[in-house]
């Protein structure tokens, strides 16, 4: 028996919850899967895990060996990678999630720099405004806005994005500007945008001065993702505070309209996540090192657009 690789199999199969997800995610077949945990388990002389039709439950002994199994293994990976990362280009492939919005106008338009830098890496990119579970669907890392509340996640703060309500001239002739951020809520309609991890409306943040105004936004339609958010309000269904980024094309194209504009937006945090039990390899590390200078250019073009509005 490989233990090493018995080791690697059983530690999968407790991230997945089950033999068939470790299978795929380790691209092999589920009786190789079955057979490595119970030579492991035979190895042992011990049971590791309690199997039944439906699920797959660690025991108390299987819970103790997938601790220290995982620190093991993480412990590898970093010898490993000490020693050639100096020597080889990092390759393999690296699974990414991000909303929409950060794929469209982030990552994907400079792909091909990405590529010139790292030939030997495969992106594969998950693309939504969704709950992702990282073990289970194998994920490297996130590039995702907001705080994150998940404590099994590690977090890399990598910058903020500025924030502006706008609205579609077609939405201000019917409705009039907005004077004051209280207008939201009397007189005018917001597009409201729904958040995956907690089911809420976000709010709506301005502050003047001292003067901080929290909003609740009135709405007649909500979307849980960032284009959708961004396309109703230039629909005009009504006033949306969008990140800056994404409403540069609308604005310059005259399809958006900057409202409240001596009220300043709070900014939006942007993280870079993965999971707790995943090593940091030097792939996916090159990769998270990319997406934060990205984030960085990002806030350079944000400044400029900021300076056009003034203008």
């Known amino acids: 028996m490989d233990q090493l690789s018995a080791m690697r199999v059983f530690v999968r199969v407790v991230e997945t919850g089950n033999f068939t997800r470790a299978a795929a995610t380790l691209d092999i077949p589920k009786t190789t899967v079955t057979n490595m945990v119970q030579a492991l388990e035979a190895h042992l002389k011990t049971t590791l895990l309690n199997r039944t039709t439906r699920r797959v439950m660690v025991t108390n002994d299987g819970a103790l060996y997938y601790e220290r199994a995982t620190q093991i293994l993480a412990d590898i990976n970093e010898l490993d990678g000490s020693l050639s990362n100096s020597q080889t280009q990092p390759s393999g492939r690296v699974r990414l999630e991000m909303a929409g919005a950060f794929a469209d106008l982030i990552v994907i338009p400079y792909l091909c720099d990405f590529h010139d830098r790292y030939p030997l890496i495969k992106l594969d990119i998950g693309v939504g405004d969704r709950l992702v579970d990282y073990i289970a669907e194998n994920v490297d890392c996130a590039l995702r806005g907001g705080t994150p509340t998940d404590q099994s ?6 910058g903020e994005i500025g924030m502006q309500a706008y609205a579609a001239p077609l939405y201000l002739e019917k409705m009039g500007d907005p004077s004051h951020p209280a207008d939201l809520n009397e007189g005018h309609r917001c597009v409201g945008y729904l958040q995956a991890p907690s089911g809420r409306i976000m709010q709506m943040n301005f502050r003047r001065g001292e003067e901080q105004v929290d909003i609740d936004p009135n709405y007649i339609v909500s979307v849980n993702d960032a284009r959708s958010y961004l396309d109703a309000a230039i629909a005009g269904v009504g006033i949306a505070q969008v990140p800056r980024f994404m409403a540069q094309k609308p604005l310059q194209e005259g399809r958006l309209v ?9 900014s939006f945090p942007l993280y870079i996540v993965y999971p707790q039990t995943r090593h940091l390899s030097n792939k996916v590390r090159v990769v998270v090192d990319w997406l934060a200078k990205r984030v960085q250019d990002l806030k350079v073009e944000e400044n400029r657009q900021m300076m056009r509005e003034a203008s």
Do not use: A, Q, T
Request: glycine share 0%.
């Open 153 to 158: 996640l590690i977090v890399r703060k990598v």
């Open 258 to 266: 900057p409202v409240l504009s001596d009220w300043v937006c709070e």
